[in-house]
């Protein structure tokens, strides 16, 4: 397997501009999760997604970010409008989640910077 | 979800033992232990994890207290390579399935 597939690698758009991240989770992953990095704050979980349903978006940071997964194989982030402070590096993590388990470790991408000028 | 502290930083020499502690005091009876790490620009990496026994793989070894409230990953010949920021993770069990938080890590820098 390819692992987690992310594109773009490297994004550039000016403020108010719409963007959206992608990611490919790895084939037979039912779990994916969101994370966004930054110096000042860390890794952060944004959103967590189980059999394509959203579980836990509480770390969304505003309603100009959303995210969708319409299919098992595919998710997007999406951020509208952009603003400079959104500016940080994205990271999409999947893994295997049985009914009434626990997560199994999950796996990275190679995430997206994003910068907003 | 039960609260890891670590240090923020350490060094270690090339070649030898890399010693990562991990206090998780809060952790329950079914709550695993997770070991990622980070090389800078990339995305985090799985390395290993561990319910209450000794865990070792081709990466490191974890070592868990009797008691669980603490853990160590030991990278046994550090190298050059293995410079990078490393987190400990307790997943909580919930009914929202156990997503991973990650804390501040511990940078640690392997020293030729």
């Known amino acids: 397997d390819a692992g987690v597939i992310q594109s773009p690698r490297h994004e550039v758009t000016e403020m108010g501009q719409e963007v959206t991240l992608r990611c490919k989770p790895i084939?037979?992953?039912?779990?994916l999760f969101w994370y966004r990095q930054t110096m000042m704050r860390g890794l952060e979980l944004l959103i967590y997604?189980?059999?394509?349903?959203?579980?836990?978006d509480s770390g969304m940071p505003e309603d100009r970010f959303s995210a969708k997964m319409p299919n098992a194989s595919f998710s997007t982030l999406k951020i509208q409008p952009s603003e400079p402070r959104d500016s940080a590096v994205y990271f999409c993590?999947?893994?295997?989640?049985?009914?009434?388990?626990?997560?199994?470790?999950?796996?990275f991408g190679q995430g997206t910077r994003l910068t907003v000028v | 979800d039960a609260k890891t502290t670590q240090p923020p930083s350490m060094d270690c020499a090339e070649g030898r033992a890399a010693n990562l502690p991990c206090n998780h005091s809060?952790?329950?009876?079914?709550?695993?232990v997770y070991w990622y790490r980070q090389i800078h620009s990339q995305g985090p990496q799985y390395i290993i994890h561990?319910?209450?026994n000794n865990e070792t793989n081709e990466m490191a070894s974890l070592i868990i207290t009797e008691d669980r409230k603490s853990s160590t990953l030991i990278l046994p010949h550090a190298t050059l390579r293995d410079t990078a920021v490393y987190y400990c993770?307790?997943?909580?069990?919930?009914?929202?399935?156990?997503?991973?938080?990650f804390g501040t890590g511990t940078s640690l820098t392997v020293i030729p």
């Open positions: 561990g319910l209450k």
């Open positions: 993770i307790v997943p909580g069990i919930r009914n929202t399935g156990n997503q991973f938080y």
């Open positions: 997604f189980n059999n394509n349903v959203p579980i836990d």
């Open positions: 993590a999947s893994s295997f989640k049985a009914r009434e388990f626990r997560n199994t470790e999950a796996f």
């Open positions: 809060t952790i329950s009876g079914n709550e695993y």
């Open positions: 084939s037979g992953h039912n779990s």
